[in-house]
C-alpha cells in the first residue's frame, strides 16, 4: 500500500471519514507524548515452521529494537497460528458466500474459477457449524487480548519465507499463516520490511495491537523506520531488478 509507514498513516488518514480522522490525529499525538510500547516477541516454539532466514531477521530486529530504546520481552502465544488461521478461514469462506453469492450462484459472472470454488465451499457450513466458529473466534480474541494489554504490541513475521517470486507462487499455500489472526481477534498490524534475504528477496515482520490500538502502533513503526534503512534498500533492490529487467 505505501514504501513506509508515514506514507501508511496518511493512506489510512485519507480513508477515515472526518471524526475518526480528528480521533486518530489526537491519538498519534498522545503517542508521541508517552514511552514506547513494549514489543512482545515470541519464543521459538510459538513460531512453528518458519523459514531460517525469516527467524534471523526478527531476531536481529528483536536485538535492534532493545537498542533503539523498546522495552522488550518474550513470551509463548497462547493460542497456535495455525488453528487461528483455520478459525477465520472457516468464517471468511461462509460470510465471502453470504457477502457474493449473487455472482458466485450465477455461473456467466465473471468470476475465476478458483474463486468461485473456494466461494461456493463457504455456502456448504451449516449454521451450527458458523456459529461454533464464532464462538471459537470470541475464545481466541479473548486469550489474545490477555497478551495484547495496553501498551504492548506483539511483533511477529509477516509470512513464514521471504516474499515469493510470482515464478514460484502455490495458490494453494496459505501466506496468511500470520496475519489471519489478526482479523480473527479484530485487532490491527503493520508490516515492515527487516531485511533481505540471500537470494536478494525482502523479509517481513508486524507490529500487532488489540482493537483501536491504530496509532500506537503506527507510531511503533514510524519510530522503528527512523533508526533503519531496510525500506530505502528493498526499494534499492526492486528499481535495480527493473532496470536489469528493461536491457
Given at each position: 500500500?505505501?514504501?513506509?509507514?508515514?506514507?501508511v498513516c496518511?493512506?489510512?488518514?485519507?480513508?477515515l471519514?472526518?471524526p475518526?480522522?480528528a480521533?486518530?490525529?489526537s491519538?498519534?499525538?498522545?503517542?508521541?507524548?508517552?514511552?514506547?510500547?513494549?514489543?512482545?516477541?515470541?519464543?521459538?516454539?510459538?513460531l512453528?515452521k518458519?523459514?531460517?532466514?525469516?527467524?534471523?531477521?526478527?531476531?536481529?530486529?528483536?536485538?535492534?529494537c532493545?537498542?533503539?530504546?523498546f522495552?522488550?520481552?518474550?513470551?509463548?502465544?497462547?493460542?497456535?497460528?495455525?488453528?487461528?488461521?483455520?478459525?477465520?478461514?472457516?468464517?471468511?469462506?461462509?460470510?465471502?458466500y453470504?457477502?457474493?453469492?449473487?455472482?458466485?450462484?450465477?455461473p456467466?459472472?465473471?468470476?475465476d474459477?478458483?474463486?468461485?470454488?473456494?466461494?461456493?465451499?463457504?455456502?456448504?457450513?451449516?449454521?451450527?457449524?458458523?456459529?461454533?466458529?464464532?464462538?471459537?473466534?470470541?475464545?481466541?480474541?479473548?486469550?489474545?487480548e490477555c497478551?495484547?494489554?495496553?501498551?504492548?504490541?506483539?511483533?511477529?513475521?509477516?509470512?513464514?519465507?521471504?516474499a515469493?517470486?510470482?515464478?514460484?507462487?502455490?495458490?494453494?499455500?496459505?501466506?496468511?499463516?500470520y496475519?489471519?489472526?489478526?482479523?480473527?481477534i479484530?485487532?490491527?498490524?503493520?508490516?515492515?520490511?527487516?531485511?533481505?534475504?540471500?537470494?536478494?528477496?525482502?523479509?517481513?515482520?508486524?507490529?500487532?495491537?488489540?482493537?483501536?490500538?491504530d496509532?500506537?502502533?503506527?507510531?511503533?513503526a514510524?519510530?522503528?523506520?527512523?533508526?533503519?534503512d531496510w525500506?530505502?534498500?528493498?526499494?534499492?533492490?526492486?528499481?535495480?531488478?527493473?532496470?536489469?529487467?528493461?536491457?
Amino acid at each position: 500500500m505505501a514504501r513506509t509507514a508515514s506514507e501508511v498513516c496518511q493512506v489510512y488518514r485519507a480513508m477515515l471519514p472526518a471524526p475518526r480522522r480528528a480521533g486518530l490525529d489526537s491519538a498519534l499525538k498522545t503517542a508521541t507524548q508517552q514511552p514506547l510500547p513494549t514489543l512482545i516477541f515470541l519464543d521459538d516454539a510459538s513460531l512453528g515452521k518458519l523459514d531460517a532466514e525469516m527467524l534471523a531477521a526478527y531476531r536481529a530486529s528483536q536485538v535492534h529494537c532493545a537498542a533503539l530504546g523498546f522495552p522488550v520481552t518474550v513470551r509463548a502465544i497462547p493460542c497456535s497460528f495455525a488453528d487461528m488461521a483455520k478459525n477465520w478461514a472457516g468464517i471468511s469462506g461462509v460470510e465471502g458466500y453470504l457477502n457474493n453469492r449473487k455472482w458466485v450462484d450465477d455461473p456467466t459472472a465473471p468470476l475465476d474459477d478458483a474463486v468461485r470454488s473456494n466461494f461456493l465451499q463457504g455456502s456448504k457450513t451449516d449454521l451450527s457449524a458458523y456459529l461454533l466458529l464464532l464462538s471459537r473466534a470470541r475464545h481466541y480474541r479473548e486469550q489474545m487480548e490477555c497478551l495484547l494489554t495496553p501498551g504492548h504490541v506483539l511483533v511477529v513475521p509477516t509470512t513464514s519465507t521471504p516474499a515469493t517470486r510470482l515464478t514460484d507462487f502455490d495458490p494453494q499455500r496459505t501466506l496468511g499463516i500470520y496475519t489471519r489472526f489478526v482479523n480473527l481477534i479484530q485487532g490491527c498490524a503493520i508490516a515492515l520490511p527487516n531485511g533481505i534475504s540471500a537470494d536478494g528477496r525482502p523479509t517481513s515482520m508486524q507490529f500487532v495491537g488489540s482493537y483501536g490500538q491504530d496509532a500506537i502502533i503506527v507510531h511503533a513503526a514510524i519510530q522503528w523506520q527512523a533508526h533503519t534503512d531496510w525500506h530505502k534498500k528493498i526499494r534499492q533492490h526492486h528499481a535495480e531488478q527493473m532496470q536489469r529487467q528493461a536491457q
